[in-house]
């Protein structure tokens, strides 16, 4: 299924830890160079801002030969213009194919490439049923939305770029919505707790994928599943979410949307989640639950200020902010020493020393402290001098 010769996706890997491990100074910057120079690698681009060049160059390359098509199509009738849109993601799933044999991988060319062909064929799709009925119905929006799901799956197995396991995670998620919404009765008043079954099952497929990977080519794609099962979970539930999606799918939207049933179930689902986040992150020292935990308790926080003023927004920022102070440096002071476990030593894979500097811009923004500044010595050294004078010996 993987186009890419398997030996040089495991080097890409190999070569990735080796630089972590160089950064954590476990070996040598020279021992890096062997393992690069040993283990040929795909062409890939790591840095984020020539890699969207690249992929600026690819859109600009694919949109060209798909408008060079197009004159040939102005003087045919509508019925061209769907073939056509199948015939573009014909092209981009050939440039793909063709960028992956030239061992093009996460370049930023094959991205514009793989991104194209679901962008027409989802258009082809919905242009097919407009042409056979002359509008867009609710079966053709969901066929749409089924093609883009297996299409980006599909894309992902075989080129496996993240990009496509995103699309495929949120159009399976909009499918789910939209037929619940659509062709369930009451599905409008099911669908939170649906979507929050649907975000459990994702993440224990996930995880069990994890433990049983044998190979690590699609870590990253299923590890981007699970946290996206974690993000579904929590804003399934939220009661701003809820409250304003339903008020929006009725058509009851106004100035102030209508209170939801089952209010006190989410009010306790909005803030018992990303305590429960927190808690196993800190648990199982996961990092991005952590993240996830820590941005869901704002927007818990959020979703509770948007409904209930308790105070004037100067006064909960200030009193918020003086909380969220005392509990951080509380944190630092406790943990700053840990050698293992949950600790704020920096850590030596990510060299980053970002956190220990918080802890002395805290320290100085609080108790207004500047640098000690060590004076310049003068360049005239007194006593015992032969002729400066002031502490001279006895010789001129």
């Known amino acids: 299924m993987i186009v890419y010769n398997k ?19 476990f070996i040598t910057k020279e021992q890096l160079d062997t393992v690069s120079k040993e283990l040929p690698v795909l062409k890939s681009q790591d840095n984020i801002l020539i890699r969207i060049g690249f992929f600026l160059l690819g859109a600009f390359l694919y949109s060209s030969i ?26 981009g799933f050939a ?27 989802a258009a082809a799709v919905i242009m097919s049923f407009v042409m056979s009925i002359s509008r867009v119905t609710d079966l053709d ?4 939305m089924i093609t883009v799901t297996v299409v980006s799956l599909l894309l992902y ?4 770029h993240l990009s496509s396991a995103l699309i495929f995670c949120l159009a399976l998620t909009t499918t789910l919505g939209f037929f619940v919404f659509k062709y369930i009765e009451l599905g409008s008043l099911f669908l939170p707790f649906v979507l929050m079954i649907y975000a459990i099952g994702m993440y224990f497929v996930s ?13 990253n794609g299923i590890l981007l599943m699970k946290n996206f099962s974690l993000i579904v979970l929590y804003f399934s539930g939220n009661y701003m979410v809820v409250r304003e999606f339903s008020a929006f799918l009725s058509g009851m939207y106004y100035e102030l949307s209508p209170d939801v049933p089952f209010s006190l179930f989410f009010w306790t689902f909005t803030f018992i989640v990303p305590v429960l986040y927190l808690f196993f992150g800190l648990r ?12 869901a308790f704002c927007f818990s926080i959020f979703t509770f200020r948007t409904y209930h003023h308790v105070l004037p927004v100067e006064v909960a920022l200030t009193f918020g902010g003086l909380l969220l102070f005392a509990f951080t440096y509380f944190v630092i002071r406790k943990i700053r020493d840990n050698e293992k476990g949950i600790t704020f030593k920096p850590d030596r894979i990510d ?8 802890e002395a811009l805290i320290i100085a923004s609080t108790f207004n402290l500047k640098p000690e500044m060590k004076p310049e010595e003068s360049p005239m050294e007194f006593g015992g001098g032969d002729f400066s004078g002031g502490g001279s010996g006895g010789s001129f």
């Open 7 to 25: 030996d040089l996706l495991k080097n890409i890997f190999l070569v990735n830890e080796a630089e972590k491990l160089q950064k954590a100074n």
């Open 66 to 91: 798909c408008g060079l098509l197009s004159i040939f199509g102005l003087t045919y009738n509508d019925d061209y213009l769907v073939v056509l849109l199948y015939v573009y993601a014909i092209i």
């Open 95 to 121: 440039g793909t194919e063709f960028l992956a044999k030239q061992k093009y991988y996460g370049y930023g060319l094959d991205d514009a490439f793989v991104l194209g062909v679901q962008l027409t064929l």
């Open 141 to 144: 929006v969901l066929s749409c």
């Open 157 to 160: 197995l075989r080129y496996i």
């Open 207 to 219: 995880k069990k994928l994890l433990k049983d990977l044998a190979e690590p080519f699609y870590y």
């Open 284 to 295: 199982n020292k996961d990092r991005i639950l952590l993240w996830i935990g820590f941005l």
């Open 351 to 358: 060299s980053s020393n970002s956190l220990l500097n918080a």
